[in-house]
């Protein structure tokens, strides 16, 4: 916008020189109309470019501060979705083992019944798709969120997949997808709150790289996991 503001101006500009330096007959009084009219074309021009450029900057302000405060909204949304899902995961590890204790031949209803949907955080499929959001996040953080946005995804789809509550072995994967949402879904917390701590002042940049780096790995290390009943910290 200012670019095109500049060039426009700059046209008119030549131009009006241009029209008086044809009349001009070399009169001292033309050759000051001229460069009263340069001087008014020129400070106008520069008022009107300096009032887009700073309108600019304060629109960019805007956005970014409306980003963070969404991504504050995604942090509790996140955090709800974990403390559901892993209050019904809780229930059903407690169901599975005292089968196996007791024998009895109980059948999950973890994403089976329509009593337990499987939550899911749309602010963080928002964050994900919009055309906003993205340019006022760190790649490291959009690339994370991503990561967390198509892996929850696909887990919430496994873990109501009906086909999944059939014999032992649907049971202990089950679990496994539900315990892999729950980390999942911590993991997108822990990552989230980094970069908040760092828009507050409260860590480095050079420091949340760090940490972004090693829960990445801890979480790809639970993801690879086959226990049950163990969390990313």
């Known amino acids: 916008?200012?670019?095109?503001?500049?060039?426009?101006?700059?046209?008119?500009?030549?131009?009006?020189?241009?029209?008086?330096?044809?009349?001009?007959?070399e009169s001292k009084e033309r050759l000051n109309n001229l460069f009263t009219t340069l001087i008014a074309v020129s400070s106008t021009f520069i008022g009107i470019s300096l009032g887009l450029y700073f309108n600019e900057l304060e629109v960019e302000r805007k956005n970014k501060a409306n980003t963070y405060k969404y991504l504050e909204i995604a942090l509790h949304d996140v955090e709800i979705v974990q403390e559901m899902v892993f209050d019904g995961?809780?229930?059903?590890?407690?169901?599975?083992?005292?089968?196996?204790?007791?024998?009895?031949?109980?059948?999950?209803?973890i994403g089976v019944l329509s009593r337990f949907e499987i939550p899911f955080p749309v602010t963080l499929e928002k964050i994900v798709k919009?055309?906003?959001?993205?340019?006022?996040?760190?790649?490291?953080?959009?690339?994370?969120?991503?990561?967390?946005?198509?892996?929850?995804a696909n887990f919430k789809k496994l873990i109501q997949n009906p086909r999944l509550a059939i014999t032992k072995h649907s049971n202990q994967q089950l679990l496994k997808d539900t315990k892999d949402y729950v980390s999942i879904l911590g993991f997108c917390f822990y990552v989230i709150k980094i970069e908040m701590d760092v828009e507050k002042g409260l860590i480095t940049s050079e420091e949340a790289e760090l940490r972004h780096n090693d829960a990445m790995n801890k979480i790809i290390k639970m993801l690879d996991g086959t226990e049950l009943n163990q969390f990313l910290d």
């Open 1 to 25: 916008m200012v670019v095109t503001a500049i060039i426009s101006f700059g046209v008119l500009i030549i131009s009006t020189a241009c029209n008086l330096l044809i009349g001009l007959k």
């Open 89 to 109: 995961y809780r229930k059903e590890l407690v169901k599975y083992y005292g089968r196996h204790i007791t024998g009895h031949d109980s059948v999950l209803h």
């Open 130 to 152: 919009s055309d906003v959001y993205p340019k006022y996040l760190p790649n490291r953080l959009y690339n994370q969120l991503n990561f967390c946005f198509h892996n929850s």
